[in-house]
């Protein structure tokens, strides 16, 4: 199996948890008609072979990028501009739109994700009324959902086949969670941490230049070149 058949049997076969605390509740892309035919496309495209990957990890998904493109920091134009046709809206979300110039920068899709697999730590979009919830915004939800981002992550090297030399997380309080995973797993042997991409186009938007190049920097350190 390629890479990319692994990485799709993961995804689409990830369970939703049990009923969560607080009014949280999940729901996978990859379940989904739309986003899971865009993510089979696109994984069928820039992820063939057999390469290990570096890992380039999130929280979890997002609504309107992932929830409904099927790939991670990814929206309807940056597929567009990547050759994949869809219905999906033409408003830009900014973390796609962050993700899209690092992607570029690096020379595009074609040779960035031969080095790189962009996900999350947790693969399921997480809404609290209506809204993008992050897995440790409540002590209660972290909990109920460590076992299964435990597992998500190590089926990611053990049967995806992401590299175990490093692994890049995106979003400092992020890398917190991050960190206390690796320490219980022993997966990767080095941990890069970058800001989060929301974050640089909330608050940096005006240094995009400096930190994409930032980002280049450290995804080159990460894969060893």
């Avoid at 990957?53 to 999130?58: D, I, T």
């Avoid at 920091?73 to 739109?97: M, V």
């Amino acid at each position: 199996m390629s890479f990319a058949s692994r990485l799709l049997q993961s995804l689409t076969d990830f369970p939703l948890p049990p009923p969560l605390p607080d009014g949280v509740t999940a729901y996978s892309p990859y379940q989904e008609p739309e986003p899971r035919g865009l993510f089979t496309e696109f994984a069928r495209r820039y992820y063939p072979g057999n390469q290990a990957r570096v890992a380039v990890l999130g929280i979890n998904p997002g609504r309107l990028g992932n929830g409904r493109s099927g790939v991670a920091f990814t929206d309807g134009p940056a597929l567009t501009a990547w050759g994949l046709a869809h219905a999906l809206p033409t408003r830009r979300e900014p973390s796609s739109e962050f993700m899209q110039a690092v992607v570029e920068a690096w020379g595009g899709p074609g040779p960035f994700y031969q080095q790189f697999y962009v996900g999350s730590l947790y693969p399921l979009v997480l809404l609290r009324d209506g809204r993008n919830y992050n897995f440790y915004d409540a002590p209660t939800l972290t909990a109920a959902l460590w076992p299964d981002i435990q597992a998500h992550l190590q089926q990611l090297v053990t049967e995806v086949g992401v590299a175990r030399q490093a692994a890049v997380c995106l979003g400092r309080r992020n890398a917190r969670f991050f960190q206390r995973l690796n320490d219980e797993l022993g997966l990767f042997e080095q941990l890069y941490v970058l800001d989060h991409p929301r974050y640089l186009m909330q608050y940096q938007r005006r240094h995009l230049t400096e930190n994409v190049a930032r980002y280049v920097e450290v995804l080159a350190q990460a894969a060893g070149l």
